[in-house]
């Protein structure tokens, strides 16, 4: 007997709910990742061989490069507003709103107080060209590093009755007295404990 053919029949896969699922993975990933700060100092931190993640929050980091320049910065940005308020009261500076505004999404600051006020008002593409000139840190005198700890860290246990992580980004290329005039103005506030931001050293070849 002739061997019976079975017709051949096309598959069709509905792929409306795969899509659907691939763009609400996209999108989740697109509004939860966070954008790459643009580092003013281009500081190239030094290796090392262990590897502690420093936290995404609760964290002040004071940077030092561009030849003994002190830049500050602290997550979360209620806490940038408080204390930009806290340091307009101090120094008899008046922060509008939308200065405020400006100042809680940035990240990362090197000017003294004197001049603040204009660098808020410059455009993003003005900032990336800007050289500032660094945050003062006169142990003597002018202390205006000092004064941004000081009250961020009051302000992070007033909003969210935490004490504030520090943290310290060298250039690797800088000289010791600067990094020792910051660990002087930690030590006069009592803080003996902080982390240093580091490179991981990459292991050796065979």
Same mark, same amino acid.
């Given at each position: 007997?002739?061997?019976?053919?079975?017709?051949?029949?096309?598959?069709?896969?509905?792929?409306?709910a795969?899509?659907?699922? &691939?763009?609400?993975?996209?999108?989740?990933?697109?509004?939860?990742?966070?954008? !790459?700060?643009?580092?003013?100092?281009?500081?190239? +931190?030094?290796?090392?061989?262990k =590897?502690?993640?420093?936290?995404?929050?609760?964290?002040?980091? %004071?940077? +030092?490069?561009?030849?003994?320049?002190?830049?500050?910065?602290?997550?979360?940005?209620?806490?940038?507003?408080?204390?930009? !308020?806290?340091?307009?009261? !101090?120094?008899?500076?008046?922060?509008?709103?939308?200065?405020?505004?400006?100042?809680?999404?940035?990240? +990362?600051?090197? +000017?003294?107080?004197?001049?603040?006020?204009s660098?808020?008002?410059?455009? &993003?593409?003005?900032?990336?060209?800007?050289?500032?000139?660094? %945050?003062?840190?006169?142990?003597?005198?002018?202390? =205006?590093?000092?004064?941004?700890?000081?009250?961020s860290?009051?302000a992070?246990?007033?909003?969210?009755?935490?004490?504030?992580?520090? &943290?310290?980004?060298?250039?690797?290329?800088?000289?010791?007295?600067?990094?020792n005039?910051?660990?002087?103005?930690?030590?006069?506030?009592? %803080?003996?404990?902080?982390?240093?931001?580091?490179?991981?050293?990459?292991?050796?070849?065979?």
């Amino acid at each position: 007997m002739p061997r019976v053919k079975v017709a051949r029949k096309s598959t069709s896969i509905d792929m409306t709910a795969m899509c659907d699922v &691939a763009f609400l993975l996209l999108t989740f990933f697109i509004l939860t990742a966070k954008p !790459k700060v643009e580092d003013p100092t281009k500081a190239e +931190v030094p290796f090392s061989s262990k =590897e502690i993640l420093v936290p995404e929050d609760n964290l002040a980091t %004071i940077t +030092v490069g561009g030849g003994g320049k002190l830049f500050y910065s602290v997550t979360g940005s209620d806490i940038r507003t408080e204390t930009l !308020k806290g340091m307009g009261e !101090k120094y008899k500076v008046d922060f509008t709103p939308e200065e405020q505004a400006r100042f809680a999404v940035t990240e +990362v600051f090197g +000017v003294p107080m004197a001049n603040l006020k204009s660098f808020l008002d410059m455009d &993003a593409e003005q900032k990336k060209t800007y050289q500032q000139p660094g %945050i003062p840190a006169d142990t003597t005198g002018n202390n =205006e590093l000092s004064n941004w700890i000081l009250i961020s860290r009051k302000a992070d246990r007033a909003l969210h009755d935490k004490d504030l992580q520090i &943290a310290i980004k060298g250039d690797r290329r800088e000289q010791y007295p600067i990094i020792n005039t910051v660990i002087d103005v930690l030590g006069k506030q009592k %803080i003996f404990k902080f982390s240093l931001i580091t490179d991981l050293r990459p292991a050796p070849k065979k």
